[in-house]
């Protein structure tokens, strides 16, 4: 069963940084296509970058140019740096990993709280 552990989390000013970890066990890495999703009190979960198992990455317009998605293979970690941070990101922000190899299946990390405060 895949397990994944989100980290990194906390509060921030507007402008500054955080980096988020998350640790994957359970199944073989390579074959996960991993997301980081968010949600903000009172709203809808929302993607917010993704990264294949060939590191092509995705984002979503309201992180463009301020996110990065990257992934560790023999650390089974993915990360999200997230630079110029607002306000308007406060939220939990989830790992999730993709089954792209045999039967599908999609499992969800725990979330960990980023708040940015102006």
């Known amino acids: 069963q895949v397990q994944l552990v989100e980290s990194g989390g906390g509060s921030v000013q507007a402008g500054g940084s955080l980096r988020l970890s998350c640790a994957f066990s359970?199944?073989?890495?390579?074959?996960?296509?991993m997301h980081w999703y968010r949600q903000a009190t009172g709203k809808q979960r929302e993607l917010v970058a993704s990264?294949?198992?060939?590191?092509?990455?995705n984002y979503a317009a309201f992180v463009k140019g301020r996110f990065t998605i990257s992934r560790d293979g023999p650390r089974k970690t993915v990360y999200l740096q997230m630079n110029s941070l607002r306000p308007e990101d406060t939220a939990v922000y989830y790992c999730?990993?993709?089954?792209?190899?045999?039967?599908?299946?999609?499992?969800w990390g725990q979330g960990t709280q980023v708040t940015v405060s102006s």
């Open positions: 999730n990993a993709e089954r792209t190899i045999g039967y599908p299946g999609t499992f």
């Open positions: 990264i294949t198992r060939d590191s092509d990455t």
């Open positions: 359970g199944d073989i890495f390579r074959g996960y296509t």
